[in-house]
Structures are given as structure tokens and as C-alpha cells.
């Protein structure tokens, strides 16, 4: 079972990935074949689990005081271009070209 | 031709009144200079994590038993993807699968056709509230084509309010707000200010005929008023409703309310369907709530939210305060609504029946008609008032025990709006408005009227 086109270019768009050649999509299609093994399970009437901790109450909880913050100057530091104090970005998101209009191994599929 | 039926859902964010962020020990302040109030894990360095707020879970579970809802004892954190320079990781941390609060119900109550005295209660249902962080701040400078980024708000808590689509105008969903904002203010859970961006509401409109499928909805944003989401509401409905009686389709898209103009518009920037790609946040475990019954014997204090211990502990809500000035003071359902709805007169109102032998009846007339409406024409709150309430009750007393006429309190009022400092005695006492309470003095004075209009008293005399 192959992963479709349309759901390799909507992938790339979603998380800006780049499946680059073919051994990039084979890689994705053998961990969705591997991950494909859960369903090899019988989980009817069982909850999923995202945690290990299962019902082990262990979220701590951080008193409301103000103990971090003022350091503008370090983080600035980072930045390519600053405009007074302020980050810098392109005006709106710039979306990856639709697929006919860059040069991507996805074309040739 | 068919009616129309308009349908109205809200997804309201109100920003929570705590003094750190969600997740993070930096401040919660309006208006400081740019990315100063930014943490590392704010603005998504790596090796960051994210350390839940007590106050923001506390502030949560107070809104939510305060709209009846269901709190969930057991909690969950997920991520919600999408790009944007306002969002440094790419992703925000929200509550998608298992919120805090879930079914719950908000009263308010309506004006029929803008008369005070015909008044209806409605209820929307509250399908469910939500932790969240909040972005940071983009400024668009279209001059230099690019976007400025401010991270201070970043990670702000945020409970997002869902109310489901039971409300049908402009006119509703604006009452329905300002209902949930007093009950965030009396809470202390939100300041609730919609000109500082602490309440942001998005309208979900859609329009069908009775019997049919609902129809397409489009979300509107971008309203910063309660004033504005009624217009805007009341706009998208007629927008709709044209529309498809030209025979055209609504698309499924988000708006955004331009007060100028007074319409919506399509949001730019609008990528089609989003794919959020929800994934459970594998930083947080789950957020486990207790109650009386559930409490936990050793367990340090500190850690544990009980549930019923927030719920013994919540104020009078506005519902029940309204209920009690009926009551205590004999005033009507619909006064009682405009006590609460400015800030500070109730209190003022409390205050002057206290200082007042005049009876809670009439004192509200001159709160409501006199003080309110000279407050509006200044554009004054309550506490800014020039008349405080302890000058107003020495007037009404003036009035009460019939040493002065009603038109001249009037009068003694405005002199008081101008603030000099005098006393309501001292201004009746210098512009001499006592009333006449001596009977030979008053027949004096009668008897020269008459003396000095001998030919109008003879005309009267004659018919």
C-alpha cells in the first residue's frame, strides 16, 4: 500500500519536511507499515494510553510567582534582524509553492 | 418566501488574571516593552519545558463550576500545530481530548423590543472551557513589508469558553458576553477587558430554514467590542441570507469584522481547511482534580486542588446579587440589571440608601436617572464621579425631610457635578432654596403678589 502523492505534498506543506527522493517516501512507508502493526491488537473497550503513568497523579503544580522573564537582550540575540526590541518576520506566512511550481522528486510520481 | 433561521455560536478567550504565565515564570502585565516579559521555554528554546501554573488550573475550575459544568477530574494537555511568527514552536499547548470543564449552562437575560420593564431569560449551553496558551503579538508594518513580533503575551493562560450554537442574533450573543464577562470579573478569574485584549470572542454564524440541515458556517473574528459583536453578528446573518437568496453559497471560511465599515470581510492569509495534526503534549501528564471524597491522605498541600474547596469558597454571582437588591431593597428586576452592569453602582447605590432615610424605592431613581445618566454624558465611571455618595445622601436627606423642593435638589445637583468642594447645605444655603416651611411669612408673600396684580386678580375673579 502506497502512500499517495496528494498525502506526500500535503504532509511536506503541514510540517515543511522534504521527503527529497525515493528513499525518503520508502522510509516514511515502512514506518507506517510498522506502526501499521498496532492494529494487529484486539483494543476494543480499552483507553489509549499516552502515558506511562497511567492514573500515578504526578503534573506538579507551580506556585503563581513571577520568577522569570526580563532578559529581552539574550533572546534578541538570536534573532537575524531585530527592529527595536522587536522580532522580525516576513509579513504573513510564506506557504511552500504548490507542487507544479518547484523542483521536488514528488513531481516525477 | 421562507424564513430564515439564524444560528449563533461563540468561542470565547478570556485571558486569565494570574501573575505568571501558563506554563512559565514570566509576568502577566498589559503594555510593557517589547519581548521583556519572555521566558526561555516562552520563546521556544530547545531543552525548555513547560511547568503548569496552580492559579491558572484554580481560575479554570472556579469558571467552570460558575457555569455549571461538569469539572473533569482527570484532564489532558495536547499539542495543536500550525506555523505563524507569533507562535515560536510551532505549536500551542491546549486542552483538545479532555478539557477541565465540559456541559454546562450561562442565563442571561434580554430587553424585549428595548423595553427595560418586559425582560426574558435565555440560556446557552456551555459545551465545554479549555486551558491554552496564548500567542505573542504580531504588528504588521506594510510600509516595510514585514511583520514585528512581540512574545510577551506568549504563553499567557487563556480558558477558552465554547457555547454552542442555541443563540439566533447579534442581540443575544452580546448579552450572553456581557453576562460571562461580569461573572469572570466577580470570579476574579479574568479581568475580562475587551479593549486590553483580555476577552476575544469569535461568532460562528450560519443561516437555514426551519426543518432543514443547518447550514454553512463562517466564523468571524476580529470583533472588539461588545457593541461590534452584535453589528458584526447582525451583518454576517443579513450577508448570509442575501446571499443565498441571490442563489449563491456560503463557503465554509473565516471572516474578519471591519468597524469602519461596519461589515465582514474574508481574512487574508486563509489556507484553506487547517490541519492541525493534534497530538497528545508528552511533556505534561495528566491533571488529575480532587474533590472531598477523593482527597488524598498524604499528599503535600500545595499539590492538590479539591474542588469542593473552591466551590464553598465562590462569591455571589451576578445572578444571586441581583436576586438580593431585589429583595433587600424592594427595587425592580431590570434596575437591579443596570446596578450590576456599571462598575461601582451597586456599591454607590448600597451606599447612599445606608447614609439616606429616603426609601431604597426612590433613591434608585436618582441613581439611575440623574447620576447614571450624567456619568454617560461625561463619559465618567463611577468612581470617577465628582458627586460621591455621601454628598448625594446628604441631598436626598435635604429632600427627604422637605427642606428643599425636588426641582431645586436638581438643581443643588448640578451645582455638585461641578466639584468645588461644597457641601449640598452650603450650595442650597448660598443660591437660597430653602423651602418656605414658616405659614405667616409664606401668606405674606402671597398677599404681596396679589397686591401688586390687582387687574389679573379681578379677570381671575370674574372667570
Known amino acids: ?109 | 418566501l421562507a424564513p430564515w433561521v439564524p444560528v449563533v455560536g461563540l468561542e470565547i478567550h478570556a485571558q486569565i488574571s494570574s501573575n505568571s504565565k501558563l506554563f512559565s515564570g514570566s509576568q502577566v502585565q498589559f503594555a510593557a516593552p517589547p519581548n521583556s516579559l519572555v521566558s526561555f521555554f516562552d520563546a521556544s528554546l530547545p531543552g525548555t519545558l513547560p511547568v503548569l501554573n496552580r492559579r491558572c488550573v484554580e481560575a479554570a475550575v472556579m469558571t467552570g463550576l460558575a457555569l455549571n459544568c461538569s469539572i473533569n477530574k482527570k484532564s489532558l494537555f495536547d499539542r495543536k500545530h500550525y506555523f505563524y511568527a507569533d507562535l515560536p514552536a510551532g505549536y500551542q499547548i491546549t486542552q483538545q481530548r479532555v478539557p477541565i470543564a465540559v456541559n454546562g449552562s450561562l442565563s442571561y437575560s434580554l430587553c424585549i423590543d428595548n423595553k427595560m420593564s418586559q425582560m426574558v431569560t435565555k440560556t446557552v449551553r456551555i459545551k465545554q472551557i479549555q486551558l491554552e496558551q496564548d500567542s505573542g503579538k504580531s504588528l504588521h508594518d506594510d510600509t516595510r513589508s514585514q511583520t514585528l513580533v512581540d512574545l510577551n503575551r506568549a504563553g499567557v493562560g487563556l480558558m477558552e469558553v465554547v457555547m454552542e450554537p442555541d443563540m439566533c442574533c447579534g442581540e443575544e450573543a452580546a448579552a450572553a458576553v456581557r453576562e460571562l464577562q461580569l461573572i469572570l470579573q466577580t470570579l476574579g478569574s479574568s479581568q475580562a477587558v475587551m479593549a486590553e485584549g483580555q476577552l476575544r470572542v469569535d461568532a460562528n454564524v450560519s443561516v437555514h430554514h426551519p426543518g432543514e440541515p443547518y447550514g454553512v458556517r463562517t466564523e468571524v473574528k476580529n470583533i472588539n467590542s461588545i457593541r461590534f459583536l452584535a453589528k458584526a453578528i447582525d451583518y454576517e446573518i443579513q450577508r448570509q441570507i442575501e446571499e443565498l437568496e441571490n442563489g449563491g453559497t456560503i463557503l465554509n471560511e473565516t471572516r474578519a469584522f471591519d468597524s469602519k465599515l461596519g461589515c465582514t470581510v474574508p481574512m487574508r492569509d486563509k489556507e484553506g481547511k487547517q490541519d492541525y495534526r493534534f497530538m497528545p503534549e508528552p511533556n505534561l501528564p495528566p491533571l488529575i482534580l480532587y474533590d472531598a471524597k477523593s482527597l488524598p491522605a498524604n499528599m503535600n498541600h500545595q499539590q492538590v486542588i479539591n474542588i469542593d474547596w473552591i466551590h464553598e469558597r465562590l462569591p455571589d454571582l451576578p445572578s444571586v446579587k441581583r436576586k438580593k437588591l431585589v429583595e433587600q431593597y424592594g427595587i425592580l428586576p431590570e434596575h437591579s440589571f443596570t446596578l450590576l452592569n456599571e462598575d461601582g453602582l451597586a456599591e454607590f447605590f448600597e451606599s447612599v440608601v445606608k447614609r439616606t432615610q429616603m426609601k431604597p424605592k426612590k433613591v434608585i431613581g436618582w441613581i439611575l436617572k440623574d447620576l447614571l445618566s450624567y456619568l454617560k454624558q461625561h463619559s465618567l465611571t463611577v468612581k470617577e464621579s465628582p458627586v460621591s455618595s455621601f454628598l448625594l445622601a446628604d441631598l436626598l436627606n435635604l429632600l427627604e425631610k422637605k427642606e428643599i423642593s425636588s426641582t431645586a435638589a436638581k438643581q443643588v445637583l448640578a451645582e455638585l457635578w461641578k466639584g468645588e468642594g461644597k457641601t449640598p447645605l452650603e450650595i442650597v444655603k448660598e443660591q437660597k432654596l430653602e423651602l418656605l416651611q414658616d405659614q405667616k411669612e409664606l401668606e405674606q408673600i402671597c398677599q404681596a403678589v396679589i397686591d401688586g396684580h390687582k387687574n389679573e386678580v379681578i379677570m381671575m375673579v370674574l372667570g
Open chain 1, 1 to 109: 500500500q502506497k502512500v499517495s502523492v496528494e498525502v506526500l505534498e500535503h504532509l511536506e506543506h503541514l510540517a515543511l519536511v522534504d521527503f527529497r527522493d525515493a528513499e525518503g517516501v520508502e522510509r516514511l512507508q515502512k514506518a507506517i507499515q510498522f506502526a501499521d502493526q498496532l492494529h494487529e491488537v484486539n483494543t476494543d473497550g480499552v483507553e489509549p494510553m499516552d502515558s506511562v503513568l497511567e492514573d500515578r497523579w504526578c503534573l506538579y503544580l507551580r506556585e503563581d510567582d513571577v520568577t522569570e522573564g526580563n532578559c529581552t537582550k539574550e533572546l534578541l540575540e538570536n534573532a537575524r534582524e531585530k527592529v527595536e526590541e522587536y522580532f522580525v518576520a516576513p509579513p504573513g506566512n510564506i506557504p511552500l509553492p504548490k507542487l507544479e511550481e518547484r523542483e521536488t522528486f514528488l513531481q516525477g510520481s
